[in-house]
């Protein structure tokens, strides 16, 4: 199952309480405001790189450039729409709101 | 086409679908829409669970009197959920214990579940709408 997850982590519990009910291997995507999670070395890269160890992890390019987000945690993927349809593609998808 | 038309009129589909409430009931306008959606979907015959995570878990707590902020108060609603053939609801464990509560605060009968129990279920279903 795809989890995206399209709020700040600074002002929502979406991306911290989502990290709880990710099976192994499910996919999360990280898109609109929730691109800052991704940020490298902020207060979430922790709790990222604990998802990474299970899970593949990205974050949609054109909303990372949109907010000056150039450097990103190491592992995280940054992909383009065209990423962000196959993954919808390939899996039912969560939206975390 | 004929024929693709008559077999989606006599096979009804079920499909399992997820409501996830993780709104608190009187801030926003999430967990009561979210509540009619489910009536909606319920009348269509679908497999419904509803999880409650988060401030979700508040929508069910006992004793909510909304007299005085001139809200409908519907804690009750999802207590009568089981007459629409809705009985699968799930609240996280952790959320509820953040929070101080336990399962006697609650108005209805529910499965509390650990958080990766509720994510399992979540792969299980065919759709998964949160609120």
Known sequence: ?97 | MEEIESESCDDEIVKKIMHVMRAAPHGTIYTYEGLEMILIMAAYDQDISVAFIDDGVYALKKGQNTEGIEMKGFAKTFGALDGYDVEKLYVDQISLEERGLTEDDLVVDVEILSSAEIGKLMTEQDVVVHH
């Open chain 1, 1 to 97: 199952m795809l989890h995206t997850i399209n709020k700040s982590p600074f002002g929502n519990s979406s991306f911290e309480t989502s990290a709880r009910f990710l099976q192994p291997g499910d996919p999360v995507l990280f898109i609109e405001d929730g691109v800052y999670a991704v940020q490298a070395n902020n207060k979430f890269s922790a709790a990222l790189n604990e998802i990474l160890k299970n899970n593949p992890v990205y974050a949609l390019a054109p909303d990372l450039n949109a907010r000056g987000i150039a450097e990103i945690t190491a592992g995280v993927k940054s992909i383009e729409y065209e990423g962000f349809v196959e993954l919808v593609e390939e899996h039912q998808v969560s939206s975390w709101l």
